[in-house]
């Protein structure tokens, strides 16, 4: 089984990666396993959207690059939410 082109362990530890510098990026202190879980979501939710509109990309430097904006994405979503 594969997420976006990536094993299952390797979407855990690249999307944690994504989540980690999503975190650093937008300034926000959140734990590791949230930073999986907005890494690997982001990424999902992302090449979805990209897959909408005729994109799609696969392998884990696309996934890290693909979770990393889709984590942006979610931190910056959660911030206008809280607001």
């Known amino acids: 089984m594969s997420v976006n ?5 390797a979407a855990i530890i690249v999307g944690g990666l ?9 300034g926000s ?8 879980v907005l890494g690997i979501i982001g990424a999902v939710v ?3 959207v990209l897959a909408a509109f005729g ?3 696969a392998g884990w430097v ?3 690059i693909i979770g990393f904006i ?6 910056a979503a959660g911030r206008v939410v809280k607001r």
């Open 70 to 75: 889709g984590a942006c994405l979610l931190i």
């Open 55 to 57: 994109m799609a990309y």
């Open 29 to 36: 202190s959140m734990g590791l396993i949230m930073n999986i």
């Open 46 to 48: 992302l090449n979805f």
């Open 62 to 64: 696309a996934y890290l």
């Open 5 to 9: 082109g990536v094993g299952i362990l």
């Open 18 to 26: 994504a989540g980690w510098l999503a975190e650093k990026f937008m």
